[in-house]
């Protein structure tokens, strides 16, 4: 019973790593700003190796989630060939390689549903500490306009961070709040209450749309039909009603969408152009900085987007399988459906954000490739044991 004891004390100790890797990743805008990028990319690797090392179990469609995120990094890697900005792109694809490495280590593991449950925890914590870490600077004046931007914009140290991705990074923490509301109500819901907040505090359209899209798949997988029926009324309504003191959230007043329809027209006829090849993972700025009516270097601001223009037609297809890959999961868990939900909230806020390159959108993958590897839960050694030193009872015929 001892070495049992010291097995299971050493499984906790091996997701330590990760727990906190991903305990931290919403906080990634906050650290980037204090320069600390480094040691937390350090701090993932050091998870994916530890995690590399639990027994493998991966099934055919775990091998083809793999192939898929393999395949899209190849086609993201000769785009550098085509590129026309090969410094951009070389910045990218030491990322991409980072990331894909990190997803390919961490994918080798197959976590129990115990394990897997305590880790998605972990990230729901991190949104829940990064959220009111947001809300408590914004309250205290820290969060402000920065070099004339009319939105809460996240400042940290005197370094400007992007408070689109912020808002992004606290989605599937929030999918996870949903689901154990379900369970415990009144801390569930708080903290469900407190991310959703923290989502929409930088306004950002993208996330508030994420949010949108996870509340009512949660709704919906829960097979709550008059709750989501309800929301799906009073959401348009209360829109329209209060479309004036919404500020940025207002599409109305601003139907180009901060520019992103003027960048969206440049860049896609640009990749129209070059739709074989791509113009290079990166270089989308190269293109809005001389486009007519654009006076400064923008990015794509949308992932489906990025990926056509910037490495062609097969970087488009590649993005798409893997998204679709990630997102066909085991069915009858219970943990498929806040994951599931994460995802389609990250996935729609991804047609007006842009991340390819970095780690949120990997991560995310990484939680649907161990959703699938995800085994049944087994007996554990101990309960084998007992029931192996209990001898069957053996039945006699009544008289």
Known sequence: MTRLSIAGAGASLRLVPWCLFLFLLPFERLIMGFRLWLPYNLLGVGAALLLALAPHHA??????????????????????????????SMRMLVLVAFHWLTYALASLASLSPGEFENSLKALMWGGACAALAAITAATMGQIGDFDGLERPTLVVAGVQTDPNFFAAGLLIPYAIALFHARKRPWWGLALAVLIGAGVLLPQSRGGAIGLVVVTFASLLMARRWKAALFLGGALPALYLTCSAALGRFDLLSDTSGAGRTQVWQALLAKGLDHWATGIGLGASPRVTWSAAGLFEALEPHSLYLEAFVEAGILGGVALLVVLTTHLWGRQGHPLVGPVRAG?????????????????????????????????AREATPSEALVKDLDPPVPSYPQR
């Open 59 to 88: 099934g055919a469609q775990a091998r083809l989630q793999s192939l898929a995120v393999a395949f899209l990094t190849m086609v993201l890697s000769l785009s550098y060939f085509f590129s026309l900005d090969p410094d951009a």
């Open 343 to 375: 995802l389609l909230g990250l996935f729609a806020s991804a047609f007006f954000l842009h991340f390819l390159p970095f780690k949120l959108m990997w991560v995310a993958w990484i939680l649907g490739s161990h959703l699938t590897s995800m085994r």
